[in-house]
């Protein structure tokens, strides 16, 4: 059945609250982990320092990433209440699409996040302890995992299930009639940034700034969120933007 009207605009109300308060959590771990390791360039430090700098603020990197895992996890709930607002009344299935590609990206970046709060910390000590060869060894072992873990959790969670989920979004709210142009144009860039980090795993040449990716796609969260929340006070809604309710 379909919601209220008067049901309708809380609904909106609501995820806008939620996309502007996810959107602002992707700044959290600047503040922590900035000050303590120099992230996020420490991410481009050789072996030896990274594991030093987690030896030496193990409570800033474990406070910061969990507040990224938090910020993360959000993703899922966030995108699936804006597919549900803005398309579910016109294609449930290209809703469903949406939030199966953002829970495939919230997993992924999830399990990126997690290396920094379990093995990581694990190696650093060990590291600390080690002999000149063992440390050699550990080194190995750190960059071997930091590949896999940033390739599952920054190629697939951040850049290309991220993109797709929010493509799918913000394609079907214009089919659907529910956002305005300018809001597609900066959703459709946001995506695009974020697929962009992907193309140097394909040999493509392309390098898009992750700070310019990951801004983007903050922004066009606050700005949808801000929009839903005055269409929150604004008129009558029409029926293509009411979410359907099974």
Known sequence: MKLTESANRDWHAATGIVMIVTGLMSLAPF????PAIGWPGSL????????????????AVAAGYSVYLAYSLMMLPALAMAAHALIGGFSRTLMQLVIAFAALSVLARSIGILRWLTVMPELSKSHAAADAPGKAGIERIFLALNSYGG???????????????????????????TVPVWMTVLGVFAALSLFGLFLPAMG???DVPIALAVS???????????????????????????????
């Open 151 to 177: 390739g599952i959790g920054e190629l697939l969670g951040v850049s290309l299930f991220a993109s797709v989920a929010v493509l799918l979004l913000v394609l079907g709210a214009w089919r659907a009639k």
């Open 44 to 59: 481009d430090a050789p072996a030896v320092a990274q594991l030093t700098n987690i030896g030496k603020a193990a409570g």
């Open 204 to 206: 493509l040449a392309v």
């Open 31 to 34: 503040p922590i982990l900035g």
């Open 216 to 246: 983007a796609l903050s922004v066009w969260m606050w700005v949808l969120g801000g929009w839903l929340l005055f269409k929150r006070h604004a008129g009558p809604t029409s029926e293509a933007v009411k979410p359907v309710v099974a």
